[in-house]
């Protein structure tokens, strides 16, 4: 699915306390629609995915997702972090794979 990849309050516009539209398409990809609510605040999500689902996107497994996205974005914001090991890489893929089987 095309996301926006880096969706926050930062990158968020809104005109009269309703959302208006989104800025900064550099983390625009063909990605798993976790990432756009990887950013959001924890109690946002909630009413997010309400109002992605009255859209017409597919929230059936999404949660799932979006904690695993999450956890990927602290991994990788820990301090001194390394380019991790091919088996660790690995290890990731299948997990990536799991989540996806079991949240649809």
Do not use: K
């Amino acid at each position: 699915m095309l996301c926006h990849g880096d969706v926050h309050a930062g990158n968020v516009i809104a005109l009269q306390g309703a959302f208006s539209g989104l800025v900064d398409f550099a983390g625009t990809g063909w990605l798993d629609a976790g990432w756009d609510f990887a950013a959001v605040p924890a109690g946002a999500v909630g009413p997010l995915l309400d109002g992605y689902g009255d859209a017409g996107g597919e929230t059936g497994g999404l949660g799932p997702r979006i904690v695993w996205c999450r956890f990927q974005l602290a991994v990788h914001r820990l301090p001194g972090h390394r380019t991790p090991e091919p088996a660790a890489l690995d290890a990731v893929r299948r997990a990536e794979a799991l989540l996806d089987r079991l949240g649809g």
